[in-house]
Structures are given as C-alpha cells and as structure tokens.
C-alpha cells in the first residue's frame, strides 16, 4: 500500500486470550461502563474465547488484598487454562510464570482485556508489543475510573501500536465468514446483544 500499512487480522489459530485482573475488588472501581454492561462485554470476550478454541490465561494480581478474587464465571468458562495468580506484580509482563504461560502457547497475537485499562492492561500490552507480539487490545471487556483516564490508555497503547476492537469486531475477525457457522456465532451473539437476539428469532423463523 502507498502509505505502508499492513492489515493484521485476528488469526484464530495464531491468536491467544489474556484476561488480566478482573477480580471482584478491581471491577468495583470500574466507572466508565454500567456494572452490567461491563460484566456482559467481559462474559462475551470470554465467550468468544472458548468458541473459537482460543488458549486463554487467566491472572490475577495481589487476590489476598483489596483486588479480590477473579470473577467465578472466568474460571467457570476456563477451567483448565492456566491460572496465574501474581503475588505483587503490577504489570503481569513482569511476573516469569505469565510470561511463560504466554510463550508456552506458540501464538503471536495477544488479545488482552482487563481492569483497569491504563495499568493492568497497558503495562502488559506495551511490555509484549516490545518483545515484538501483535497486541490487540478489548476496549469495552476493559474498564477504569473514568473515560478521561480510559482516553488516555487508549491513545497512549494506540500510538505505540496496539489495535484496539470491540469484542463484536474481535469476533466478526475472527469467524471471518458467516458461513462458517451461522447458528454457532448468532447464538453468541444472541446471548451478549439483547437486539441480535431479534434479529435471529426473525432469521431462523423464516428457515
């Protein structure tokens, strides 16, 4: 292309799920979503996970403290993936066993979420964009105190190269064609997105 840009697609078979800290202390703090919103958009990305047979580590920073424990359904949807529990680290990148968690699945693009966006998933996100991973980051699976501090994330991972996408672009990305799998996606999607669910009551009324 004239300007030198390359589109990286989401490759499901080269991709892996982190989902960083969101631990019940941690998502209390969270302010630039609705608590349901949130939760949805985070049990989606996780949906979308196990769908498309993504590896997926699970972390957790400082549980015994005031972060709290991971939220159950993560670890409900993931039961044999592995879990990280950091007994300090701020920035999961520094913590050996993460790392080696994310080594150990072979994957070069990293789709990360987490709480809270400017440090739980902007540390780890700029510290594996620096050991030369494509870094996709999901903005709304990923919250904070507020969307002044969340606009500052964003631009500050955005300029150092990391792609920000909803969960709905995560896997519209992902499943590439509909015709993979009509009812698997739109059940998904139906599950996350009260109005799709219309639209495939309408679609598998006229099947």
Excluded at 9 to 23: G, I, K
Excluded at 117 to 131: D, I, Q
């Amino acid at each position: 292309m004239a300007n030198g840009y390359t589109y990286k697609r989401l490759d499901r078979d080269d991709a892996t799920l982190l989902l960083v800290d969101h631990q019940s202390g941690l998502i209390s703090l969270v302010q630039d979503f609705s608590p349901g919103e949130f939760k949805n958009n985070v049990l989606a990305t996780a949906a979308c996970g196990d769908y498309f047979g993504l590896p997926t580590i699970l972390t957790t920073s400082f549980e015994e403290g005031p972060n709290g424990p991971l939220v159950p359904e993560l670890k409900e949807t993931f039961p044999n993936a592995p879990y990280i529990a950091r007994p300090g680290n701020i920035n999961a990148w520094d913590n050996e066993d993460f790392v080696n968690a994310v080594k150990a699945t072979g994957k070069r693009q990293l789709i990360i979420a987490g709480v809270v966006t400017e440090v739980c998933v902007a540390f780890p996100a700029l510290s594996a964009l620096e050991e030369g991973y494509d870094v996709y980051v999901v903005t709304d699976a990923s919250g904070t105190f507020n969307e002044v501090t969340r606009d500052a994330a964003w631009y500050r991972m955005q300029q150092a190269g990391v792609q920000l996408m909803s969960w709905f672009a995560m896997a519209c990305e992902l499943h590439r064609d509909w015709r993979n799998d009509v009812e698997g996606l739109g059940q998904l999607f139906s599950n996350h997105i009260p109005n799709y669910r219309n639209l495939m009551t309408s679609y598998f009324a006229k099947a």
